[in-house]
């Protein structure tokens, strides 16, 4: 039994208003990226690239997805870096974690206006001695670098920035994706912007700051501790009902 493919090539047909028809190659990332082994069973590397070569000509991706493997995001990555036409990546629901290094490969990169883009640092469970867990300290460290690197290529963002986003548990919308070339245009819109007068500070954010307001209105609705009623007690009689405890 074949398992679960995570993506879907299909060639749709479009009419212009004249009553022309063209068609158009277009491939659907949905869900988990790999949720199950990506080089242990049917569902392989091999598999996508054949797909993929079908595909002659330009060719548009879909994504949503909230990530998942982030060597099987590499790869898909790379492949559609080298298709041999023009790759047009639109972001319908959300692109996070390792499926938003996928949507860094597109020539074109658009997001709708409801949509989502999410980067953090890589993770992996951990077990072993202390020598085994440093290794796999260094490890992440190094894939966290290799995932930089595809963001740095479409945004020109220097890589410290980068790293800090990525530390915060960043999420975007597509103004702000926009905004710092993480996005090159947003759907349905003529202008490339919903709101004009927002800035990047009003539209990204990450996990510490929404956490941190969060406790914050939790606090306010809170009732102050009431202080417990004098019971008249001295010191010293709490102390003698204690004695007789013993």
Not at 4 to 9: E, G, M, T
Not at 188 to 195: A, G, P, Q, R
Request: negative net charge; hydrophobic residues 40%; charged residues 25%.
């Amino acid at each position: 039994m074949i398992m679960d493919k995570f993506w879907k090539f299909s060639t749709v047909t479009n009419k212009t208003e004249a009553g022309d028809e063209s068609t158009e190659n277009v491939l659907f990332l949905n869900g988990v990226i790999a949720s199950e082994s990506w080089y242990g069973d049917e569902v392989t590397p091999k598999m996508f690239r054949d797909e993929l070569e079908q595909c002659k000509g330009d060719l548009t991706v879909f994504i949503n997805s909230v990530g998942g493997d982030c060597f099987a995001a590499s790869e898909i990555y790379t492949a559609l870096k080298e298709h041999k036409g023009r790759v047009t990546v639109k972001i319908d629901g959300v692109a996070a974690s390792a499926a938003s290094v996928v949507a860094m490969s597109g020539d074109m990169v658009e997001m709708s206006p409801t949509a989502m883009l999410m980067l953090h640092n890589p993770s992996m469970l951990l077990y072993g001695e202390a020598a085994e867990l440093e290794q796999g300290i260094d490890f992440l460290n190094e894939v966290k670098e290799s995932i930089i690197n595809a963001y740095q290529l479409k945004t020109g963002l220097s890589r410290s920035k980068i790293s800090h986003m990525m530390d915060a548990e960043t999420w975007m919308n597509a103004n702000a994706a926009r905004d710092l070339g993480f996005c090159d245009r947003i759907m349905y819109t003529e202008s490339n912007s919903i709101d004009d007068e927002n800035t990047v500070e009003n539209m990204v954010f990450d996990k510490t700051v929404m956490v941190t307001n969060t406790i914050a209105a939790m606090r306010k609705k809170l009732k102050p501790i009431a202080k417990p009623e004098d019971t008249g007690f001295a010191a010293e009689q709490f102390e003698t009902r204690l004695n007789l405890l013993k």
